[in-house]
T-cell receptor, first 113, second 118 residues
């Protein structure tokens, strides 16, 4: 399973765009990239998932360069409620439903008023 | 969207007793479920993979006789912490993905169970 590296923490002011970059140099051909958000004492919540190029949904965008060795989660106009830990994970999702996701240390985002 | 329900959300038990945690996939089938444990200020650590109708697969360092896993149906997996000790106090989280829609189907997590052993 590919290892991921993220910044330990980030601070941002409300209303700003936040970009969290994750490195996954050993990503395999079948691996997808998935981002989760976790609030204290809650289970992780799925944010976005992608394989290559750009994916956008109602809450975030995910940018993946051609070599797929990194990815960037972009949160537009963050609010105080976006303060959480964000995890980047890679895993072979389509090929086997039996593959777990291995969590790295995540990025603790603090949004300041 | 897919929902994973975990029960109880918190439990306090005395040292030496056993505690059962339930994990249910509410609107999808899950032949495989995963159990994680999270200590304060740390990331999630995979404990075991629960397989419907067969034995669970445990990660290195996780005692299978202490953490009993049963996956008797396509929507229910249980984790029993036997003879609990204070060091077992932690946040336990289960997860599952839709077995019928594996392609691009993300892993969904329950809201966790806070276990405190006194």
């Amino acid at each position: 399973l590919a290892k991921t590296t993220q910044p330990i923490s980030m601070d941002s002011y409300e209303g700003q765009e936040v970009n969290i970059t994750c490195s996954h140099n050993n990503i395999a051909t079948n691996d997808y990239i998935t981002w989760y958000q976790q609030f204290p004492s809650q289970g992780p919540r799925f944010i976005i998932q992608g394989y290559k190029t750009k994916v956008t949904n109602e809450v975030a965008s995910l940018f993946i360069p051609a070599d797929r060795k990194s990815s960037t989660l972009s949160l537009p106009r963050v609010s105080l409620s976006d303060t959480a830990v964000y995890y980047c994970l890679v895993g072979d999702l389509p090929a086997s439903g039996n593959t777990p996701l291995v969590f790295g240390k995540g990025t603790r985002l603090s949004v300041i008023a | 969207g897919a929902v994973v329900s975990q029960h109880p959300s918190w439990v306090i038990c005395k040292s030496g007793t056993s505690v059962k945690i339930e994990c249910r996939s509410l609107d999808f089938q899950a032949t495989t479920m995963f159990w994680y444990r999270q200590f304060p200020k740390q990331s999630l650590m995979l404990m075991a993979t629960s397989n419907e109708g067969s034995k669970a697969t445990y990660e290195q360092g996780v005692e299978k006789d202490k953490f009993l896993i049963n996956h008797a149906s396509l929507t229910l997996s249980t984790l029993t912490v036997t003879s609990a000790h204070p060091e077992d106090s932690s946040f336990y989280i289960c997860s599952a993905r839709d077995s019928l829609r594996v392609e691009n189907s993300p892993l969904h997590f329950g809201n966790g169970t806070r276990l405190t052993v006194t």
